[in-house]
């Protein structure tokens, strides 16, 4: 279990984190047009998972557009930002937006990808709701870097994530 904040307030979630160097969880998660996909499918590809509690709030959005940005340049990474949101207001968000270099999926069909990345609220406001993380997995789906931001308020640290992506 680990402890994060919101606005200070402690928030426990279901476990931790994968450890780097570990092998990815598997996981199936719901596209915009309602079919799902598969960690498998990534094979191959550099992946970042931008995991958050709900594109409706200013940070978890923010999260999205600055890794749609930096993603148009990054060479054989796919971009994935994970929340429960389901898949019709993230396809409005995106579209209202104007991004394209990221893809948006919902765990909101059975939760299993929160509990796989230990990521579930398991109290507080934003319980069941995804703790704001970024994992990022090199082509076979090895754990290369991951932070769980302590106060979900705040923003990831992109550059941190982005660094480990020009050298894997």
Known sequence: MATVTLKG????????LPKPGSKSPGFSLTKGDLSNIQLDDYKGSKVVL????SVDTGTCAQSVRQFNKEAAQLENTKVLCVSKDLPFAQARFCGAEGLENV???????????GKAFGLEFVDGPLKSLHSRAVVVLDEEGK??????VAETVEEPNYKAALEVLMDA
């Open 9 to 16: 307030i402690p928030l426990n979630t279901i476990g931790t």
């Open 50 to 53: 931008n995991i958050f509690p």
């Open 103 to 113: 893809e948006m999926l919902s765990d909101f069909r059975d939760g299993n990808f």
């Open 143 to 148: 754990v290369v870097y991951t932070e769980q």
